[in-house]
């Protein structure tokens, strides 16, 4: 399997309008080569795009189900952006020649020269990326991302065949913001497109983490000494603007700690230097709770991920820990501002001091160039393409693109110019 191979088949599914068709509620399924199920979301009939995105096996389900929840007006906004940067799939998109780096767009316009493939038009080109959770989507795709995402395409394909003898709901397929979670589940066998069942889309997928062992004892003793007061809700989310991994050469979302006084409504906020180092969370912990002299009767966890690297801490500390099942406004206040002030500070409009706020531990601040690169990155492309043209020619002619990487400098380049 190669690009090429998936430039050919995209081409072939530009030509279905299937998304003119299918809604993006109406999520199916296929069966894979590999016995894997692959769920299948296409975009398009409600936006001015066209795209096609396969998340596979039980985590991409839950990425799936994360990203059509958050489609209420009132939700969270940090939360919908919790959703979206934890995807886990492949996807295709056909866009303009701008949005993709140079050395892409030349492979496809070569790729299309050699098939007689005309490229005129509004969004002739195929962006093919694959999304993994809180990490900016990477251009190059491993074979097996390449192979689903050919699959998941071939499949469309063979369906927009199907349904000019039928209809979608002959075969099966369901608005799942209906309440019904039965979608359509085909296979595709010697190019014929089989529907062999059907699959529970909204099946509950369970993914247990790993209870934290609080090892330090020293640590724990300075906790237990603090005098314990009042409630705290506490969830870990991440942030809206990505953070370079300088060791693993990527771009990812880095993880902070939101704790609220549900009385007070006094916020403490405690990033995540190291990444998958949990003693040094505790310890970051441990430590703000002695410089802000306060430490909770009882923490609400708002999911297990956070419940599971405090419940032994609180334990041996003297404090109750749940997940809390109720309603939690204090969290969710929290997460509103958190979002709104990176936002703000993304569009470099000043913000007051807040003197509830604890950050810690503290780093070393970044320069104005990283910043306003992390800022460039993590705005959608449809806010970029409203920033006006000239502030847009100063940063193109200000960066410093030849210090950066080249898969960074591109897809800074890219945004700019739209």
Known sequence: MTKEDLY?????????????????NEIFSIKMKDGRIGYIRIDGKRDNICSINIFVGDEGLKSLQALQKKTDEDVNLLDVNEAILGRKCVELEFTFKSELDEDEARKIKNY???NGISLAGKKMYPFITASEPYIIPETDLSEEQ???????IEAAILISDLIKNTSLKNLGFISICEGRCMIPLFEVKDGTITKIGTTDYAKKIEISYEYVEAKNHIMLQTVRKIKKKGIW????????NPDMDIENNTLYFPLTLLAIDIESYDCLRLDVIEKDNNQRVLMDFAKMCKDVKRYPCEIRCKDEFTYGIFKDFCEKTGARISIYDGEMVAIADAKRDFFDCQM?????????????IYDAPFGDEEDEFEELINMI???????MKEMPKKLKKEMLQELPFEELPAFVANEIKRKLKL
Request: charge should be negative.
């Open 8 to 24: 050919g088949i995209a081409f072939q599914y530009k030509k279905t309008s299937i998304w003119k068709k299918i809604d993006e």
């Open 377 to 383: 990155i993590n705005v959608p492309d449809e806010a």
């Open 146 to 152: 390449m192979d689903a995402l050919y699959q998941g």
């Open 233 to 240: 809700e506490m969830q870990f989310v991440h942030y809206p």
């Open 344 to 356: 703000k500070e993304f569009w470099g409009e000043d913000e007051e001091e807040d003197d509830d």
């Open 112 to 114: 299309a020269k050699k």
